[in-house]
C-alpha cells in the first residue's frame, strides 16, 4: 500500500494511505499558554475529538462549557460553535482529531 506524507501542525510524520482524500481525517497538536484561548468559537463540517494530553482545558460547545483534564476526550458536531481555552496555570497540550 502506498502513502502520502502529510504536514501537521505538532506531529512528526502523517501518513495517509493513497486510497483516501488527505481531508478526510486530520490530526494535528497544539499548546496552550495559560490565560490563552486556540480562536474564538467556529464551526466547520465534520466531527472533532480533542484529547488532553497534559493541563486543564475549558471547552465551550454551544451554551454549554466542560472542564477536561488530562486523558480525557470530548468529541463535538463541529457544526456547533465550538473553542478551547486554558484558564489553568499551567501549559495545555492536547490532540485534536477531525473526521469529515
Same mark, same amino acid.
Given at each position: 500500500?502506498?502513502?502520502?506524507?502529510?504536514?501537521?501542525?505538532?506531529?512528526? =510524520?502523517?501518513?495517509?494511505?493513497?486510497?483516501? %482524500?488527505?481531508?478526510?481525517?486530520?490530526?494535528?497538536?497544539?499548546?496552550?499558554?495559560?490565560?490563552?484561548?486556540?480562536?474564538? %468559537?467556529?464551526?466547520?463540517?465534520?466531527?472533532?475529538?480533542?484529547?488532553?494530553?497534559?493541563?486543564?482545558?475549558?471547552?465551550?460547545?454551544?451554551?454549554?462549557? =466542560?472542564?477536561?483534564?488530562?486523558?480525557?476526550?470530548?468529541?463535538?458536531?463541529?457544526?456547533?460553535?465550538?473553542?478551547?481555552?486554558?484558564?489553568?496555570?499551567?501549559?495545555?497540550?492536547?490532540?485534536?482529531?477531525?473526521?469529515?
Amino acid at each position: 500500500m502506498a502513502f502520502t506524507s502529510v504536514e501537521k501542525k505538532g506531529i512528526k =510524520r502523517f501518513l495517509i494511505a493513497d486510497t483516501l %482524500p488527505v481531508d478526510r481525517l486530520s490530526v494535528h497538536r497544539s499548546s496552550l499558554a495559560r490565560g490563552s484561548s486556540s480562536h474564538a %468559537p467556529h464551526t466547520h463540517d465534520g466531527v472533532e475529538a480533542f484529547i488532553i494530553l497534559n493541563g486543564t482545558a475549558t471547552m465551550e460547545v454551544g451554551d454549554e462549557v =466542560r472542564t477536561l483534564g488530562a486523558s480525557e476526550v470530548l468529541v463535538v458536531d463541529a457544526a456547533v460553535p465550538h473553542t478551547i481555552r486554558n484558564e489553568s496555570t499551567e501549559a495545555l497540550e492536547y490532540l485534536v482529531v477531525v473526521s469529515r
